[in-house]
Every structure is written in structure tokens, then in C-alpha cells.
């Protein structure tokens, strides 16, 4: 598959454990933000957003909290499976373009 | 309904040479977006299309260059390829003013 990073932060859990992945994020300006997946020779995957407005925003397995005070993002999935293993990158902005983060590897130890 | 298809899914490219890479967008999205990807630097954008018009624009040199169609379907063309180059390169398309952006499979490009 493909190389996406040979550095990232990794984190591994245990298979139906809630894994929490954290991303610092830089303009204080950014009002939209992004979770993005991205599986071994694929393409990044739209996982859930969220607006300034929001502290939290909740999907299927997955939430999204928000805080703009030390401008900190997570993401929150539930009872963590094997096919949730990817590298999974946040993203901001204040406008067009996306400005993305450098990822973290989730590594689902069965 | 299809999601964006990229062609071709893989190239080889000797130091000089030039290359094109093509992005069909989804059906109805008039918006694509073209990103780098590397192991050292990440996902960084190359430039946004909008109605066959630049609309934004990455910090890349000028040998990165883009086009949009009327049908929206878009190429990006590098020139003089380095070997620095060498990355997967990413296409995504959007529906108009709306930031969720769907990528594609990418093609990856390595220059030798």
C-alpha cells in the first residue's frame, strides 16, 4: 500500500477500546474543521465536521470535540475495530483551502 | 453515485521529463482540489478549481500548473519533474461553497 508517513505519532489500542486522537490546530481564525481516514492505498476519507459554533458533534462510533480556547480538536471512536486501523489526519480552515494536519497512525491490536 | 477517479493510478517519470495527471470529480461537484502528499511533509495543497478558474492557489513553484474543463473534470501538469516530485497526489472535489471535500485514490508519481 501506500506510504502515507514514516514519522507519525502512533497509537495503538486494544480492539473495543475508545480510542481518543488529538490534534493541535494553528489559526485562530479557522471556523470549519474536518476528520479525514485515510486506509493503506486509498485516498482520505470524510469522517465527521464541525463548525466553531460547536463544542461537539457526534456520528455513528465517532465524536468530535472542539476547543477553541487552546484551539485543540479530538476525535473520539467507540468501541475501536480492527477496520478502523488507518492514519487519521484533522483539518482546518478559515476559508478555502484545507489545511491539514501531519496525521496519526491508529494501530487496532486485535 | 461514482466518486472521484483518478488516472493514472500509478507513473514512473525520468528527471526533465514532464507528466499530466487527470481527476474526474463526483457528479454535480464543480469544485477540485489538488493536494501533495509526502512522508515528510503531508498533505499540502496545490491549487483549487472552480468553473474552469483558479481559485486558490498553494505555495508550489510554477513548474505545478492546473486546468479545469467545462464538464469539471481537471488535469494537473508538472513540468521539468524533480526528483523531489515524487509523491502521491491527491485530487478531491466539493460541491460549491462547501468544504467537505471527497478525495480520490491518488496517483502516485515517482521520479527517478
Known amino acids: 500500500g501506500e506510504s502515507v508517513g514514516l514519522h507519525l505519532p502512533t497509537l495503538s489500542v486494544q480492539e473495543g477500546d475508545n480510542s481518543i486522537i488529538n490534534c493541535a490546530y494553528s489559526?485562530?481564525?479557522?471556523?470549519?474543521f474536518i476528520w479525514y481516514k485515510q486506509e493503506s492505498g486509498k485516498g482520505p476519507q470524510f469522517i465527521i465536521d464541525i463548525r466553531s459554533n460547536m463544542d461537539k458533534r457526534q456520528g455513528q462510533r465517532v465524536t468530535v470535540l472542539l476547543n477553541k480556547t487552546v484551539k485543540h480538536l479530538s476525535l473520539q471512536i467507540a468501541a475501536t475495530q480492527p477496520g478502523d486501523s488507518a492514519v487519521y489526519f484533522c483539518?482546518?480552515?478559515?476559508?478555502?483551502?484545507?489545511?491539514f494536519g501531519k496525521g496519526t497512525r491508529l494501530s487496532v491490536i486485535a | 453515485k461514482a466518486g472521484v477517479t483518478q488516472t493514472p493510478r500509478y507513473l514512473i517519470k525520468t528527471r526533465g521529463q514532464q507528466v499530466t495527471l487527470s481527476c474526474s470529480p463526483i457528479?454535480?461537484?464543480?469544485?477540485v482540489s489538488w493536494y501533495q502528499q509526502t512522508p515528510g511533509q503531508g498533505l499540502q495543497f496545490l491549487f483549487e478549481?472552480?468553473?474552469?478558474?483558479?481559485?486558490n492557489k498553494g505555495n508550489f513553484p510554477g513548474r505545478f500548473s492546473g486546468r479545469q474543463f467545462s464538464n469539471s473534470r481537471s488535469e494537473m501538469n508538472v513540468s521539468t519533474l524533480e526528483l523531489g516530485d515524487s509523491a502521491l497526489y491527491l485530487c478531491?472535489?466539493?460541491?460549491?461553497?462547501?468544504?467537505?471535500?471527497?478525495f480520490g485514490p491518488g496517483t502516485r508519481l515517482t521520479v527517478t
Open positions: 457528479s454535480g461537484h464543480r469544485s
Open positions: 483539518a482546518e480552515t478559515p476559508n478555502t483551502p484545507l489545511v
Open positions: 478531491a472535489s466539493s460541491l460549491t461553497g462547501t468544504h467537505e471535500q471527497y
Open positions: 489559526n485562530s481564525a479557522s471556523d470549519y
Open positions: 478549481y472552480f468553473s474552469e478558474t483558479q481559485r
